[in-house]
């Protein structure tokens, strides 16, 4: 064999791992083997790294359910009680449950035509505005406490044409 072609040989032998005398042929078992633990390997890695990443993003859900269904346990409950005829007013803020919100606001108003004007569920800012004569009234929940503020006030002028005062705001948390 002339020195090119046996060197040529040589290297097939030592890149592939060829012990067949240079002819680049290897058994079937051979070439499957290798591949099947590289890929076992790889896919044993990937299992386990989804594995840990469901397992985490289970336990994030179930945190973020036990959150969510303690909030209302949290949460506050708000009313806003007037009585029309003589323009008393009253409110309740941070209740347990709109039931006792609710009558926290008719005692605060304190008077036998009280009644409750409007609910102020949990997370939200209830406001009421009066006229300064007379029994026009306009009240408003929102997200935030000046935009309760201000559509009591526009609510109100809506009512009369005299001029609207700010009665009371609060947030519920």
Request: charged share 30%.
């Amino acid at each position: 064999m002339p020195d090119a072609i046996r060197a040529d040989a040589e290297v097939r032998r030592a890149h592939l791992g060829d012990e067949d005398g240079g002819c680049g042929r290897r058994r079937l078992s051979e070439l499957v083997i290798p591949a099947q633990k590289g890929g076992d390997d790889g896919m044993m890695a990937k299992g386990i790294s989804m594995r840990r990443a469901t397992m985490i993003v289970v336990g994030f859900s179930a945190l973020l359910v036990l959150a969510l269904s303690a909030a209302p346990a949290f949460a506050g409950y708000g009313a806003v009680a007037f009585d029309e005829k003589t323009a008393k007013y009253g409110f309740a803020w941070n209740e347990d449950t709109q039931k006792r919100a609710d009558e926290a606001a008719l005692q605060a108003c304190n008077s036998e035509g009280c009644k409750v004007v409007f609910p102020v569920p949990p997370r939200r800012c209830g406001a009421l505005a009066t006229g300064e004569k007379g029994n026009a009234w306009g009240g408003r929940v929102d997200a935030t406490r000046d935009g309760a503020k201000l559509r009591a006030i526009e609510d109100c002028q809506k009512h009369t044409s005299g001029k609207c005062v700010l009665r009371g705001s609060d947030c519920n948390r």
